[in-house]
T-cell receptor, first 113, second 112 residues
Framework: GNSVTQMEGPVTLSEEAFLTINCTYTATGYPSLFWYVQYPGEGLQLLLKATKADDKGSNKGFEATYRKETTSFHLEKGSVQVSDSAVYFCALRPPNQGGKLIFGQGTELSVKP | DVKVTQSSRYLVKRTGEKVFLECVQDMDHENMFWYRQDPGLGLRLIYFSYDVKMKEKGDIPEGYSVSREKKERFSLILESASTNQTSMYLC???????????FGSGTRLTVV
């Protein structure tokens, strides 16, 4: 079946540190991959996406590369800010199942000044 | 700005009550979804709809039903609320399968 596994949180970093949040997936066929972010008290927002192998999604200094050989889509940022504190969700959209998304369990990031 | 609006941010209901959670989108999207969010479990799909009066079960439909009488509105119904339905409920919509979702702000439901 289709599933997404994220590294467990919470992750606590100092401002300007390098961030990696690991995400691996299991899927049949060629899914599209997404990262969503949820700030406190809000719904989820699309952060970035990649629709095929070797695609790199990027937004707001965050990047993730679709690695089919390792079935991974790790989220990275070179220098985090306090305002990046949020919960991050990795998700996949299986092919031929319409718009359904399957989410990982979420990783909470806390950035300290 | 495009919007998905959920009618309540916080709700407290009693066990056995019938509960309606409303979601309205102003983007003319065909596809709408209801998820629940629980700590350590991420988001789990309850029901979704690809068109008016059309619905399909997601991964955890038990104890829930939905209604989509108009394109812009997708309602989640808890037929007889139970304490294990205490959760954050998130509505989302998308125009086609190739786009990401737009989420509402969520409804935090507590069943006592």
């Amino acid at each position: 079946g289709n599933s997404v596994t994220q590294m467990e949180g919470p992750v606590t970093l100092s401002e300007e540190a390098f961030l990696t949040i690991n995400c691996t997936y299991t899927a049949t066929g060629y899914p599209s991959l997404f990262w969503y972010v949820q700030y406190p008290g809000e719904g989820l927002q699309l952060l970035l996406k990649a629709t095929k192998a070797d695609d790199k999604g990027s937004n707001k200094g965050f990047e993730a590369t679709y690695r089919k050989e390792t079935t991974s889509f790790h989220l990275e940022k070179g220098s985090v800010q306090v305002s990046d504190s949020a919960v991050y969700f990795c998700a996949l959209r299986p092919p031929n199942q319409g718009g359904k998304l399957i989410f990982g369990q979420g990783t909470e990031l806390s950035v300290k000044p | 700005d495009v919007k998905v609006t959920q009618s309540s941010r916080y709700l407290v209901k009693r066990t056995g009550e019938k509960v309606f959670l409303e979601c309205v989108q102003d983007m003319d999207h065909e596809n709408m979804f209801w998820y629940r969010q629980d700590p350590g479990l991420g988001l789990r799909l309850i029901y979704f709809s690809y068109d008016v009066k059309m619905k399909e079960k997601g991964d955890i439909p038990e104890g829930y039903s939905v209604s989509r009488e108009k394109k812009e509105r997708f309602s989640l119904i808890l037929e007889s609320a139970s304490t294990n339905q205490t959760s954050m409920y998130l509505c989302a919509s998308t125009a086609t399968a190739n786009y990401g979702y737009t989420f509402g702000s969520g409804t935090r439901l507590t069943v006592v």
